[in-house]
């Protein structure tokens, strides 16, 4: 039984400034995912949480992403999509505000979890847009949300830092409770229906065991996934870790000047757009190559950050700039593999980004603690090189061999 038999094409009613409203609310829910980064320090104070071991609250956080990427976003392909990502926006705003009010470390990672679960609201939104795409224009589309995607991970830092320094960081998150709300009555306003649903449980039971198959039938998958995951491992290595060094001597820095170089990271969003539309053009593993390479490069200037706070921002940007390109591009070969089944590629594909993200944030902090900047830069360098052996294994092959390219085949 296809997917299109689950849940019919929605019409092509995609406009440009739905476009962008895809962009806004996707990078705004999942920048709940990043905003304790630059809190970490302030965070550990209050709630007495050990320096070796506050990598937790993103893992924590990172782990209920990857668990909402299995259960939660493959239901994008099974229910109407504006009623589940509106329902979906205002379970977020709850699981903020419990954040906000948590009195514990125990009650903050279990509301950090639920942030993460809920926060693949994310996933849905790029799912539904690639699903309204036109054909010809699909990496556009999914090149634009994704930028959206990017500078809400990073602007989450700048935001969270200068809203703390001045109110505290619990009000970050009451913030954000906020802003979701207000964003679940413009999805649920502007969003067009889909197909009603029509779903059943035995629907959602083929659709999880689907997510398991993945790896095991689509070679595509597979790679583009463990590369994704390592590069995801070197993106957190560095973000998870910098308020560590910076809120140290000889900086000192506070919360906001922390989150400031975010700033200097968000300039990698402009990747996302030309990344998308080399792929429309058929280069998308030269693009993936490219930014591999970069990425590796990047954590040269990053190993200076204790002489230079110029050499972080520069690194900062060469490995953000990298990032997204890899990740639009591998993002859009994994949705073109079945674009009706988008919820369960992008939820699968997107279980190795959170994977990916958790191993570098418990990792990085670990190392910090044991032997410091040096240490953190050399695991990030160890997981950017990974990257780069696997894509060239894979993609220089000779002519002829098996490539990467979509099967276009549906997924039971």
Known sequence: MSVASCNQNPPRVLTRPLTLLFALASGAAVANVYAAQPLLVAIADELDIGRAAVGAVVTCTQIGYGLGLVLLVPL??????????????????????????????????????????LAVLTQALVAFASALAPDGERGRVVGTVTGGVVLGILL??????????????????????????????????????????????????????????????????RRRGLITLLVFAAFSTLWSSVALPLSDAPYSLTPAAVGA??????????????????????????????????????????????QSLWALALGAVLLDFAVQAVHVTNQSTVLALDPAAGGRLIGGYMVFYSLGSALGAITSTAAYAAAGWSAVCLLGTAFSLLALLAWAAWDLRPAGTEGDAPQHRPHR
């Open 76 to 117: 994008g392909d099974l229910l109407e999509r504006r009623r589940l990502v509106t329902a979906q926006a205002v379970l977020l705003a709850l699981a903020l505000a419990a954040v906000a009010t948590a009195g514990n470390a125990a009650a903050l990672l279990a509301g950090l979890m639920a942030v993460g679960l």
């Open 156 to 221: 989450a830092r700048t935001v969270a830092g200068a809203v703390a320094d001045l109110a505290g960081w619990r009000a970050v998150y009451a913030l954000s409770a906020l802003l979701t709300l207000v964003l679940a009555a413009a999805l649920r306003r502007a969003l067009p229906r889909t197909a009603p649903p029509t779903a059943r449980r035995a629907d959602y039971r083929r659709a999880l065991r689907s997510l398991v198959r993945l790896p095991l039938r689509e070679p595509v998958f």
């Open 261 to 306: 170089f975010g700033l200097a990271g968000a300039a990698g969003a402009a990747a996302a757009a030309p990344a998308g539309r080399l792929f429309d053009r058929g280069l998308g593993r030269w693009t993936a190559g490219a930014g591999l390479a970069l990425l590796a490069l990047s954590w040269l200037p990053l190993a200076l950050t204790r």
